[in-house]
């Protein structure tokens, strides 16, 4: 199977983001197409192997990140009266 050198920089991506983080937990798919890395940082990578419509095989490299606790809130206050809307 043939790699091409973008997938390659999706899996080198993959790899700089999950650096220095323990494997917490690891899944293969029964038919071997997949597998799953959960780890420490709570990142979870998926890498797979699937045929295009040509029938040539493609490298799948997905990687979840938790959610970034966000600090900022739009604050809207509420005048009653302005706007001419009823509430």
Same mark, same amino acid.
């Given at each position: 199977?043939?790699?091409?050198?973008?997938? &390659?920089?999706?899996? *080198?991506?993959?790899?700089?983001?999950? =650096? #220095?983080?323990?494997?917490? @937990?690891?899944?293969?798919? +029964?038919?071997?197409?997949?597998?799953?890395?959960?780890?420490?940082?709570?990142?979870? &990578?998926?890498?797979? *192997?699937?045929?295009?419509?040509?029938? =040539? #095989?493609?490298?799948?490299? @997905?990687?979840?990140?938790? +959610?970034?606790?966000?600090?900022?809130?739009?604050?809207?206050?509420?005048?009653?009266?302005?706007?001419?809307?009823?509430?």
């Amino acid at each position: 199977m043939a790699v091409s050198v973008q997938d &390659l920089r999706r899996v *080198a991506d993959a790899l700089d983001a999950i =650096r #220095g983080q323990e494997v917490l @937990d690891a899944t293969v798919r +029964a038919d071997l197409r997949q597998f799953r890395l959960t780890f420490s940082g709570g990142s979870i &990578l998926v890498v797979g *192997a699937a045929s295009d419509a040509d029938g =040539r #095989g493609r490298l799948e490299v @997905d990687i979840v990140r938790p +959610a970034e606790e966000t600090t900022h809130q739009l604050d809207v206050p509420f005048e009653p009266g302005v706007g001419g809307g009823r509430w």
